[in-house]
């Protein structure tokens, strides 16, 4: 395979027009961190400031009456484009750990009487750090395993919650989400997913794989901007037996009654705490209208290829470098990003971003993270960026770095 | 008092060079409503707009390095400008609501063995909601008084948290918050203060009036936007003591070592929970940058030249109609909003909105709110919104519209 062969996957790519939808303006930087912050959609940017300017400059206090009820549209929006969930089910709020956090607590407590809580000792920190407070203030055990996969085992009777992430921050490995589903359902626990590698990334089922409760991000693949809000769904069969541990005004029944007393909201609503973040959320529904136009099958489906190529030129190019790869072979099973470990891998991000132009990112102690976007990467990006890298690595590139951790992200 | 004395009250307002800092395009308009959503300054609309197109749009995730901080950088700015709070004490994120949460529920993990909580029964909704949720999954008592006053005789040894807005969201009274932070310290209880509706409108002295923990909006006398982020507050000398009960990955000591336990960042970086929404925080920052060249002192005293104005033709004018004033009639006790009591409240907010370009709030169940943001609102619009309403109660204008409960929020 040469650089031809990229530009001619390129040039046959039908994903390739909608890169035009994003503010793109340096041609030679390889964003290989849309994984982490997605680029700007150009219709963001006219959205946002006709929130602002009109909405909120000139209409004032009374865009309230287009606003109110913006976190359960986007909400229905991204549960139809991208979660596989059908209305009612989705809302948009706050971020993903208080978000996670607010339906791990109400999991547990949903679940009285039982002991335990079960997650992956390996999944994001925020997730492992969530649990682990509340199994803290309820005197709960955490059963931390090394995979999802040993859930199997680890789930009884005395779990109230099993929390994982659909893909793996780090490996991209996709979880075996209908029989996690299935086997704590057959323990009366709860399950929680955290899907923000996953959601705009790879086909995503949430009903059909009988999913509890989940939860993740928007600026990573729905590309809705630095902390834009998150997004939270809890099956429609659970919706009435879940309290949420935070009572706002936003989820009370008759809102603007301002009665004595929380009365939950029917539904999805009642998981709004405070005031919505508009610009936010707006943010999120330009991000998913992107998505929708290109559509969730085609945008895996180049995920898959993007990341065959990257395995594929890497097992050429860095095995012999002291490369290994850190994601599953089989493509089916990974996400959108590939993860290569290297005992120089730090020094390697600071040289590629610092000297070469490449943007990865590093996941300690020796990851670096290749996170192909399919609607902004392009093959030839894969190509450029992967050689960049080689030649770095070809020419002990680190030993120009310091080694002192700073603000890789 | 005739139209010419306000025209000159305007003429010579000090502050009156300031409404050109913000985004007014429509004159006629009389916006009572800067107290639930404060107007859009000019900057925030350029900031945003450089947030979006360059950090985020061109730089992409190497803003980071810049945004990193942001949360305690505006929190500081926040603490200095507008809240008497040293740097190191206020963080911007998540909702007011959250915030609340987070803290109280912190509070009440601070003060085991004790059984009761103390708020007001006439406090926001939010804040009754936040704390009845956290008292019933503690098993807590909840002792709600008529008013901040007789806290003195709530308070005792059983007494975990003492919990009251500053200024009063009905009726703009002012809370005597050393008072009560006196009374709850002497019985070892702590306290935590809502400031949504005194924070830019009144001078506020946290670390000198004692107070412990606090939290509040920014979109209302901070202009920060429909759902700008919220801030909280935690005096010094509690930050160590103090357990946030949400443990999230932006309250890590060590963020990007990605630890395998939670071990809370030192000060107040350990009340950040998820990604900070980081064009929401600039929009506070550009907010109160607006607040600190005008000055709290001067703004202060705007307020209550305005309240005082606005009680005075509703002597005048709105009483021989039915209308009583709702608001302490002295006005070092009134925040910058005048209530207005009036058994057609509903329909004549209806129709100053829809009849007469008139926009106040209305507040169940018979409150027409006056929000006189000092630095957007003329002694000319007191004049003006006023005359209107007592044009409309004249003209029984009510009878023209429906008594359904809508969307005026």
Redesign the interface.
């Known amino acids: 395979m040469d650089r031809a062969a990229a530009e001619q996957l390129d040039a046959a790519d039908p994903l390739a027009r909608h890169r035009e939808s994003f ?1 793109i ?2 041609d030679h930087l390889v ?1 290989f ?1 849309g994984n ?2 997605g ?2 959609p150009r219709r ?2 006219q959205r ?2 006709e929130v ?2 009109s ?4 209409r ?6 287009e ?2 009820d913006l976190p359960e549209r986007v909400g229905d929006r991204l549960g139809r484009v991208v979660l596989g969930a059908a209305p009612g089910q989705v809302v948009v709020a ?5 978000n996670l ?1 607010k339906l791990a607590a109400a999991a547990i ?1 949903a679940r009285p009487g039982r002991s335990a809580v079960v997650c992956s ?1 390996e999944d ?3 997730d ?3 649990l ?2 509340l199994a803290a ?1 309820h005197g709960l055990d955490v059963r931390s395993l090394a995979a999802p996969e040993g859930v199997g085992r680890a789930v009884d009777r005395d779990v109230a919650l099993v929390m994982f992430s659909v893909v793996d921050y780090r490996s991209g490995e996709i979880a075996d989400v209908a029989s996690i589903a299935s086997a704590a359902a057959a323990a009366g626990a709860l399950t929680l997913f955290d899907l923000s590698h996953a959601a705009g990334s790879i086909e995503v089922d949430l009903d059909a794989w009988g999913v509890d409760l989940a939860a993740g ?1 928007t ?1 990573k693949y729905l590309n809705a ?6 997004w939270l769904y809890v099956r429609r069969g659970l919706q009435d037996s879940l309290m949420p ?6 989820g ?1 029944r008759d ?8 009365e939950p909201a029917a539904g999805i609503r009642r998981w709004l ?9 707006v943010a999120v529904d330009a991000g998913v209208s992107v998505v929708e136009e290109a559509g969730m099958r085609a945008i895996r489906a180049k995920g898959i290829a993007l990341t065959s190529m990257a395995v594929e030129l890497a097992d050429a190019w860095l095995a012999p470098l002291g490369f290994t790869i850190a994601s599953p072979r089989d493509a089916t099973r990974r996400g959108s990003q590939v993860a290569l470990r290297h005992v120089e891998a730090y020094r390697l991000c600071k040289a590629l ?1 610092e000297e070469a132009d490449v ?1 990865p ?1 590093f ?2 102690p020796d990851v670096i993270r290749i996170g192909l976007s399919p609607l902004t990467t392009r093959y030839c990006d894969v190509w450029d960026g992967l050689a960049r890298l080689r030649g770095l690595a070809e020419e002990r590139a680190w030993e120009r770095h310091d080694p002192t ?1 700073g ?3």
């Open positions: 503010v303006d340096d964003y961190d982490s912050l680029r700007l963001t940017e946002l400031a602002v300017r909405q909120w400059g000139s004032l206090i009374r865009s309230w009456s606003w109110i706050d971020s993903t750990t208080v956090y407590a000792a994001f920190p925020t492992r750090y969530v682990a407070g203030q991000c600026y901007g630095p902390g834009a809000p998150a541990p935070v009572w706002g005004w936003f009370q809102q603007f009654a301002m009665g004595p007393d929380f705490s405070g005031t919505p973040p508009i610009s936010g959320v971003i943007v990112d996941r300690a951790p603000a890789v992200t």
